[in-house]
């Protein structure tokens, strides 16, 4: 294989997750050239991956076949003369690219009934305690189906442009010299993956009381942003800057922070891939599958029975997993982390 084409995840979280295969790809094969296709809100994180060499970003939307679009984007694709693709989400639509541009080898999992479309097919890992973590997932498309993975896989990294980092803080009247805690408390698959914004607030009040010169902002898109004005409601010293950054100066901003307190989100991925000081708070989701991946963070997870129930919204309606995960405790973890940091 030459040049390979990479249909990326329609998630950020899940496009770091999979940049270990892009890694394994480089290293097995030596001369290849990987590009991407990926939802304008996933292609920034994929610009920072040095694996990559091309991007086309689309304006695809979730859950919607579009076909016109993908035929046009298909006769582009045709004209590079791909030798393979990698199908990495399981939809049936997201394999209908690389077969609309004759791409010869199109491999990736069975997913929707993607005889045809996908004509190297790994079987689909059964949904269980016992399956793989997402990383080991995607890396596994690097080899034959059922080969045997390496029991250690690289782990995602991005690195950033140090001198932005002054500008960007600047931009948003930040300082490099008080310590800079970024919330995360956004979460795009649904509420039952969200901290509940009042223990955001206390837990910023309690950061203020211990740490008086601490900056804290909350961090996400638009979406987030009623999220982050209701933290700031009851923590005024807290800035929202829920949409008003660009994903790369989120990225940026968590890349100079003290430390990171985030749902299982995007984000929170974007602060393991750069190493920071994190604490990951999961609900209704299991970090046994998707873990931060970075010895720098601290799993919260109650794991209560109902839990990991990966519903968009509690199906019993307390948010229990979450609403016990109380912001003293997290803030005595924080406390240990800024105070080691210093």
Same mark, same amino acid.
């Given at each position: 294989?030459?040049?390979?084409?990479?249909?990326?995840?329609?998630?950020?979280?899940?496009?770091?997750?999979?940049?270990?295969?892009?890694?394994?790809?480089?290293?097995?094969?030596?001369?290849?050239?990987?590009?991407?296709?990926?939802?304008?809100?996933?292609?920034?994180?994929?610009?920072?991956?040095?694996?990559?060499?091309?991007? *086309?970003?689309?304006?695809?939307?979730?859950?919607?076949?579009?076909?016109?679009?993908?035929?046009?984007?298909?006769?582009?694709?045709?004209?590079?003369?791909?030798?393979?693709? =990698?199908?990495?989400?399981?939809?049936?639509?997201?394999?209908?690219?690389?077969?609309?541009?004759?791409?010869?080898?199109?491999?990736? =999992?069975?997913?929707?009934?993607?005889?045809?479309?996908?004509?190297? +097919?790994?079987?689909?890992?059964?949904?269980?305690?016992?399956? &793989?973590?997402?990383?080991?997932? *995607?890396?596994?498309?690097?080899?034959?189906?059922?080969?045997?993975?390496?029991?250690?896989?690289?782990?995602?990294?991005?690195?950033?442009?140090?001198?932005?980092?002054?500008?960007?803080?600047?931009?948003?009247?930040?300082?490099?010299?008080? &310590?800079?805690?970024?919330?995360?408390?956004?979460?795009? *698959?649904?509420?039952?993956?969200?901290?509940?914004?009042?223990?955001?607030?206390?837990?910023?009040?309690?950061?203020? =009381?211990?740490? &008086? *010169?601490?900056?804290?902002?909350?961090?996400?898109?638009?979406?987030?942003?009623?999220?982050?004005?209701?933290?700031?409601?009851?923590?005024?010293?807290?800035?929202?800057?829920?949409?008003?950054?660009?994903?790369?100066?989120?990225?940026?901003?968590?890349?100079?922070?003290?430390?990171?307190?985030?749902?299982?989100?995007?984000?929170?991925?974007?602060?393991?891939?750069? +190493? $920071?000081?994190?604490?990951?708070?999961?609900?209704?989701?299991?970090? $046994?599958?998707?873990?931060?991946?970075?010895?720098?963070? +601290?799993?919260?997870?109650?794991?209560?029975?109902?839990?990991?129930?990966?519903?968009?919204?509690?199906?019993?309606?307390?948010?229990?997993?979450?609403?016990?995960?109380?912001?003293?405790?997290?803030?005595?973890?924080?406390?240990?982390?800024?105070?080691?940091?210093?």
């Amino acid at each position: 294989m030459q040049r390979v084409l990479i249909i990326a995840p329609n998630w950020i979280g899940d496009a770091l997750m999979a940049q270990p295969l892009f890694i394994l790809l480089k290293k097995l094969h030596p001369h290849i050239i990987l590009d991407a296709v990926a939802p304008n809100w996933v292609a920034p994180i994929l610009q920072q991956m040095p694996e990559i060499d091309h991007i *086309y970003p689309t304006q695809l939307a979730h859950r919607k076949v579009q076909l016109w679009q993908r035929w046009q984007l298909a006769q582009t694709l045709r004209t590079v003369q791909y030798d393979a693709a =990698y199908v990495l989400p399981n939809s049936a639509k997201s394999a209908l690219l690389p077969w609309l541009a004759h791409i010869p080898l199109r491999i990736g =999992y069975h997913g929707e009934h993607r005889y045809g479309l996908v004509n190297v +097919r790994h079987p689909n890992p059964r949904k269980n305690a016992q399956r &793989p973590t997402m990383v080991r997932h *995607y890396a596994a498309l690097a080899y034959a189906p059922r080969a045997q993975l390496p029991d250690e896989l690289p782990l995602p990294r991005i690195t950033l442009d140090p001198h932005k980092a002054a500008l960007v803080a600047q931009r948003f009247m930040l300082t490099a010299q008080a &310590p800079l805690i970024a919330f995360c408390p956004g979460a795009e *698959y649904g509420s039952a993956k969200r901290w509940p914004v009042e223990h955001f607030a206390t837990l910023a009040q309690l950061i203020t =009381y211990a740490f &008086p *010169y601490a900056q804290i902002v909350t961090l996400g898109s638009a979406q987030d942003a009623p999220l982050g004005a209701l933290i700031t409601a009851h923590a005024p010293h807290v800035r929202n800057l829920c949409g008003q950054t660009t994903l790369n100066d989120a990225c940026t901003l968590i890349a100079s922070a003290s430390a990171v307190v985030s749902n299982d989100s995007g984000l929170m991925h974007i602060a393991a891939a750069l +190493r $920071r000081p994190l604490l990951a708070l999961y609900g209704s989701s299991d970090p $046994r599958h998707t873990p931060p991946l970075t010895d720098t963070a +601290r799993v919260q997870w109650l794991h209560l029975e109902c839990s990991p129930c990966f519903a968009r919204e509690c199906p019993l309606g307390h948010l229990n997993c979450l609403r016990q995960l109380k912001p003293e405790h997290i803030f005595e973890q924080l406390r240990e982390m800024l105070l080691i940091k210093s």
